[in-house]
């Protein structure tokens, strides 16, 4: 499935309303003068979620991304789309939702 590629100037947060913390270990590929997240960069920070499980604060801390781009890469790692899955986790691991795509770049699309 196509997609927009994310960057770091992306916004995605979890269900919760936590803003993600997007980061890359790419270096060579930009748009918009911002790095392309690699599939490899699968744990990113999560900041600010208000989710409780009952009773008990329960915040989405990570998000890992379960695919990449099947046709774009870096170096030969897939880079990531606004169509791929990302998994938002608490601090055991539980999952707790998955991730939303607020804001991402307009010019580059990839399958």
């Not at 695919?67 to 791929?84: C, I, Q």
């Amino acid at each position: 499935m196509s997609g927009k590629l994310i960057t770091t100037s992306s916004t995605v947060a979890c269900l919760h309303q936590g803003a993600v913390n997007l980061q890359t270990s790419n270096s060579k590929v930009f748009v918009d003068g911002s790095p392309v997240l690699l599939k490899s960069d699968i744990q990113q920070s999560i900041i600010g979620c208000l989710f409780y499980r009952g009773d008990s604060y329960s915040p989405c801390v990570k998000i890992t991304w379960k695919s990449g781009a099947t046709k774009v890469s870096v170096d030969g790692t897939d880079v990531l789309l606004d169509t791929n899955i990302g998994d938002c986790l608490n601090s055991s691991e539980l999952l707790q939702g998955t991730a939303k795509f607020q804001m991402v770049q307009k010019k580059v699309t990839g399958i």
